[in-house]
T-cell receptor, first 112, second 117 residues
């Protein structure tokens, strides 16, 4: 069964600071890993998507890394802004799968 | 930018009633999905739909649920006899290829909040 574990569950950071979120997964055979941003009461919005051959991908101030050997990924947010306050969700899928398996997310709160 | 649209944004229904949640996927996408998120919990997969048939479904998607693509643009989720535990945010999503295929994007709608009373 595909499993996605994220840490920390939540964090609070000051505006302008950086933070890193972690994701561990068990998926076989691995196809891709995505990071989504979800504002409260809204649908998830894609930030990055990486296949097994990619180990880093950036989208503005968001940089995701992937270590397919250790089955770990991280999402780094640089120079945080108040609008970064949201839940960040790690999502994986296996080859041949139609579904996405979601982690529980990390709730990030950015304070002025 | 193309987007997935869902209606209604919020629906309140009495237990035992039938509800239909509607979605308009992105026009050139071929794969369609329904997910749900119970308040405070993670997003869960319900069903995927391709080539006018269900391609995969989860244990949650029992006989009370059905999906349909009645025309070339709409994709619906029907719950025949709602239960209190069906209260959740329901998300529709679409993609050009299946989720397990490399680097394809899956786009989500804004969701329908279903409240069963």
């Amino acid at each position: 069964k595909n499993q996605v574990e994220q840490s920390p569950q939540s964090l609070i950071i000051l505006e302008g600071k950086n933070c890193t979120l972690q994701c561990n997964y068990t998926v076989s055979p691995f196809s891709n890993l995505r990071w989504y941003k979800q504002d409260t009461g809204r649908g998830p919005v894609s930030l990055t998507i990486m296949t097994f051959s990619e180990n880093t991908k950036s989208n503005g101030r968001y940089t995701a890394t992937l270590d397919a050997d250790t089955k770990q990924s991280s999402l780094h947010i640089t120079a945080s802004q108040l609008s970064d306050s949201a839940s960040y969700i790690c999502v994986v899928s296996a080859m041949g799968d139609y579904k996405l398996s979601f982690g529980a997310g990390t709730t990030v709160t950015v304070r002025a | 930018e193309p987007e997935v649209t869902q209606t209604p944004s919020h629906q309140v229904t009495q237990m035992g009633q039938e509800v239909i949640l509607r979605c308009v996927p992105i026009s050139n996408h071929l794969y369609f999905y329904w997910y749900r998120q119970i308040l405070g919990q993670k997003v869960e997969f319900l069903v995927s739909f391709y080539n006018n048939e269900i391609s995969e479904k989860s244990e949650i998607f029992d006989d009370q649920f059905s999906v349909e693509r009645p025309d070339g643009s709409n994709f619906t989720l029907k719950i025949r006899s709602t239960k209190l535990e069906d209260s959740a945010m329901y998300f529709c999503a679409s993609s050009f290829t299946d989720a397990g295929a490399g680097g394809t994007e899956a786009f989500f709608g804004q969701g329908t909040r279903l409240t069963v009373v």
